[in-house]
């Protein structure tokens, strides 16, 4: 009798795991703006009325599906007056990411990187606060509007 051995043999199986960031971001009061107030020309270091030494003003967290190690950044355009024409330059605004005594940094137009957070890590916040001051100058009165940019990229 003839005995037939059976055929074997392997292969390799790949998957490719795409890149992938999430995170959430929850402003002070939730899902409102930031606001300062009402200023008098020349007012120096506002805080934003909804943060305190507990409280930040914007919470931005790196959630724990993401998968590669991301920079954090943060940046804004000018505050806008209602008549389209008046300005006060974002870099009127500072911030820190630690607490309400920290360092500031000088809130600017182009993005700037705040902090590096590591995939490893697991869901991670950026807590952030901000202060604003007015020029000591004409300032027109009346409401002005920035934008925040708030960013997680791959590191």
Do not use: E, M
């Amino acid at each position: 009798n003839l005995a037939i051995a059976p055929s074997t043999g392997t292969t390799s199986a790949d998957v490719s795991v795409n890149t992938f960031i999430s995170t959430t971001l929850t402003p002070c009061p939730a899902g409102g703006s930031l606001g300062f107030g009402s200023l008098n020309p020349g007012t120096v270091n506002k805080s934003a009325t909804c943060q305190s030494s507990v409280n930040p003003a914007v919470n931005l967290t790196v959630d724990d599906v993401t998968n590669v190690d991301v920079n954090v950044s943060v940046n804004a355009t000018d505050y806008l007056h209602t008549d389209l024409a008046t300005t006060i330059a974002v870099t009127n605004t500072v911030f820190n990411i630690t607490s309400s005594t920290g360092t500031t940094y000088q809130l600017k137009n182009n993005p700037q990187n705040v902090t590096k957070i590591l995939a490893a890590a697991g869901a991670d916040s950026v807590y952030f606060r901000f202060w604003i001051s007015t020029p000591n100058t004409f300032l027109k009165a009346g409401t002005y509007t920035s934008t925040y940019r708030f960013s997680a990229a791959q590191a």
